[in-house]
T-cell receptor, first 112, second 110 residues
């Protein structure tokens, strides 16, 4: 398996624009997680899904953030409108529910 | 909710020496404690984990210990090598919802 695949790897956008980050989990993994990493706040769990259903979205910062998982092989994290404080590396990870998280390479977002 | 504190924030050791990183957690319901290594610009990767029914686990030069009563766990790396230089994160949770520590930058000087 190619591992967890994220796109884009880098995104530079202007404040107010919509940003969509994409993730393809490892086939057979029924848990999917979105994390955000910054120097100030470290690795924060934003939301996670089990069998495509959102289980816990308590880490989503505010209504500007939304996440979907329309099927077992695809998820999106959307920020609308984006703000400079959203600049971070966003990681998607998947697991079989046994504990180990397999992270993607991350999407580095810069909001000007 | 769970809160994880990790110390030290930076650690510098000489090649061949041992390194110890410590974490404390707050939620007694947490039963899964992994450690991740993240090299510069790369993704975090699991290096070792321990579950609450085990007190110690070892994998070659890496070991983790868990004290449930005191709610703390530690990572021990022996015979450090330059390639061990990275950021190490501890985490605690129920196996799905993990809370990560702030990370420790380990530098191994050769």
């Amino acid at each position: 398996d190619a591992g967890v695949i994220q796109s884009p790897r880098h995104e530079v956008t202007e404040m107010g624009q919509e940003v969509t980050l994409r993730c393809k989990p490892i086939s057979g993994h029924d848990y999917l997680f979105w994390y955000r990493q910054t120097m100030m706040r470290g690795l924060e769990l934003l939301i996670y899904f089990n069998n495509n259903v959102p289980i816990d979205d308590s880490g989503m910062p505010e209504d500007r953030f939304s996440a979907k998982m329309p099927n077992a092989s695809f998820s999106t994290l959307k920020i609308q409108p984006s703000e400079p404080r959203d600049s971070a590396v966003y990681f998607c990870a998947s697991s079989m529910g046994t504990g180990e998280l397999f992270f993607g390479e991350g999407s580095r977002l810069t909001v000007l | 909710g769970e809160n994880v504190e990790q110390h030290p924030s930076t650690l510098s050791v000489q090649e061949g020496d041992s390194a110890v990183i410590k974490c404390t957690y707050s939620d007694s319901a947490s039963n899964y404690f992994p450690w991740y290594k993240q090299e510069l610009g790369k993704r975090p990767q699991l290096i070792i984990d321990i579950r609450s029914n085990v007190g110690e686990k070892k994998d070659q030069r890496i070991a983790v210990t868990l004290n449930k009563t005191a709610k703390h766990f530690s990572l021990h790396i022996t015979e450090t090598q330059p390639e061990d230089s990275a950021v190490y994160f501890c985490a605690a949770g129920d196996g799905n919802k993990l809370v990560f520590g702030a990370g420790t930058i380990l530098r191994v000087k050769s």
